[in-house]
């Protein structure tokens, strides 16, 4: 595999000259006094990092900036390209746009990576063997907020899956698998209903699991797949998926942990990338020195991995897995139990500071790596791509939405150069011969392929069926090329066809 080391390469050109330039921003809430402590940590570990403060979240926000952030930050974050990020308020009512989904898709970071371990028993958990990876596609998928209300009854949301999109988390999956010495990666998609998107997600999986021979790879269904890894998480170790199943699976896995409030997470791109802790601004506890700066830490602690200092990083961690287990807790982990001494947020870092050098002797030690980014893309052969039908649209609400009045309509309107082959009614066939108890909206798609002996239909053949439609009355609200790609058909049938 070819990799482009740009990153690591930058990384190193800095680790000469000393301190690596990190933007740094405080956040709301409780944010100041985690980062406060996660700063301390960073120094007493011996963290070589260039502090660059940036103002992000509730302030500007009040300011009238919509985004959260201000312009300037913008340079900040292009030029150290790398993020620690406390967390923030958003504020309730319209016009606000959340800073994570701006950053995210203005920086291209395309890897959510969350890990979910459960601490037991020195913070309880269900799941006392968990200890699993989420990579979440980050981009992609219905996230792309393309969506359209189309009729009346009915409003549509784009999913988008690319080659490219899903080569890159994949590849991401299996480098951070390789880097940190874990032994399996499961792919979840629903690919046995949506074969196109979550198939080509699937496919990409397919191939590059061969390149990764070292490392054991396998695919459930993503329904099965949640069941199983909330019920035996263990099982688990990474898992990759499209990005609104990894919303909801990095979710479960981080609540039933036990130690969400523990969590870390980063976003990571080609570029730039973006630590913090998984959970929110803690309003309730703000100020009170109760918070608990473990979420951040871990953030801070994969930020380090990502500048190249794995070292600091694996010294933090296991400073951090003996303070657990000398039972040094602060209020929120320390909840209902014996024997521990509760500290404040502040305390707790100094805790921790106090044992760096020293290793945990129950729980598993930290094993820190860099993961690369960036890859080149494999190179794929263009396909021969031919044009054989149309779906088009349809807003009817007409004849008591009796398909066979709208078929034969239709039928009228096709010309020698197209056919109608069936209608749907989401999804379903309804045309011709549907069954009269399907229920029907006013949503039609209207299935035109060449007509025998017609040759493969063209634009321009399309145009002139869509011109007979709307010369009829008709109200063609979007179409869909159906296309082959070197002969393989590129689109779905209908239940029913
Ligand atoms: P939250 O995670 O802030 O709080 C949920 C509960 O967990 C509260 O009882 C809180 O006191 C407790 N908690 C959270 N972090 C803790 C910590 N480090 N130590 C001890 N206890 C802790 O979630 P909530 O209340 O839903 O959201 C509060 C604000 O945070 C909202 O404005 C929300 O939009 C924002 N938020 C920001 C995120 C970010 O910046 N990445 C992520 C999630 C929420």
């Not at 099982?235 to 609540?255: K, M, R, T, W």
């Amino acid at each position: 595999m070819s990799t482009d080391t740009s990153t690591n390469a930058d990384t190193e050109q800095v680790r000469d000259t000393g301190a690596v330039p990190v933007t740094v921003a405080r956040g709301d809430g409780i944010g100041p006094e985690i980062m406060d402590a996660v700063l301390f940590l960073l120094e007493e570990a011996g963290a070589r990092l260039d502090i660059e403060p940036i103002q992000v979240g509730r302030e500007v926000y009040e300011r009238g900036i919509t985004s959260g952030i201000e312009p300037e930050a913008w340079d900040s974050l292009r030029s150290t390209r790398v993020f620690l990020k406390a967390p923030i308020t958003t504020p309730q009512g319209k016009g606000y746009k959340s800073l994570n989904v701006t950053i995210r898709k203005t920086l291209g970071l395309f890897a959510n990576v969350r890990p979910s371990r459960s601490y037991h028993p020195f913070v309880p958990s269900p799941h006392p063997d968990m200890d699993l990876v989420i990579v979440r596609e980050n981009e992609e998928d219905t996230y792309g907020g393309i969506e359209h209300r189309q009729t009346q009854e009915v409003a549509q949301c784009l999913k988008l899956i690319t080659r490219p999109g899903s080569e890159r988390i994949i590849r991401y999956a299996f480098e951070y698998a390789r880097a940190h010495g874990r032994k399996a990666v499961t792919c979840l998609t629903k690919d046995n209903i949506m074969k196109m998107t979550d198939g080509l997600f699937h496919r990409v999986f397919d191939e590059i699991r061969t390149e990764y021979t070292d490392i054991e790879s396998d695919h459930w269904i993503i329904d099965i797949g949640t069941a199983r890894l909330a019920t035996r998480p263990a099982d688990f170790d990474v898992v990759v998926l499209p990005n609104l199943y990894g919303d909801i699976v990095s979710d479960v896995a981080a609540e039933i942990s036990g130690s969400v409030g523990l969590a870390g997470s980063a976003n990571v791109g080609e570029k730039v990338a973006m630590f913090e802790a998984v959970h929110g601004s803690a309003p309730d506890i703000a100020g009170q020195d109760v918070a608990n700066p473990s979420g951040l830490l871990h953030g801070a602690i994969m930020m380090l991995e990502h500048i190249g200092q794995p070292d600091v990083a694996e010294t933090l961690h296991n400073a951090w897995l003996r303070t657990l287990e000398e039972g040094v807790l602060t209020a929120d982990v320390a909840r209902g139990r014996d024997s521990v001494e509760v500290v404040g947020c502040r305390d707790f870092a100094r805790a921790v500071a106090d044992r760096l050098g020293k290793k945990p002797q129950e729980l598993r030690p930290a094993r820190a790596a860099e993961v690369s980014s960036s890859y080149a893309l494999k190179p794929v052969k263009k396909a021969t791509k031919a044009l054989h039908g149309v779906d088009v649209f349809l807003d009817w609400d007409e004849s008591d939405r009796d398909p066979d009045v709208l078929g034969a309509r239709l039928e009228a309107l096709t010309g020698p150069d197209m056919k109608l082959v069936m209608i749907t009614n989401r999804g379903v066939k309804v045309y011709p011969e549907g069954f009269p108890e399907t229920f029907c909206t006013d949503h039609w798609r209207c299935r035109f392929v060449a007509s025998e002996g017609a040759g493969a239909p063209s634009h321009k053949t399309v145009l002139g069926l869509l011109d007979r439609l709307q010369e009829d009355g008709l109200d063609f609200i979007k179409t869909e090329h159906l296309y082959t790609f070197d002969g393989q058909r590129g689109y779905s049938l209908g239940q029913g066809e």
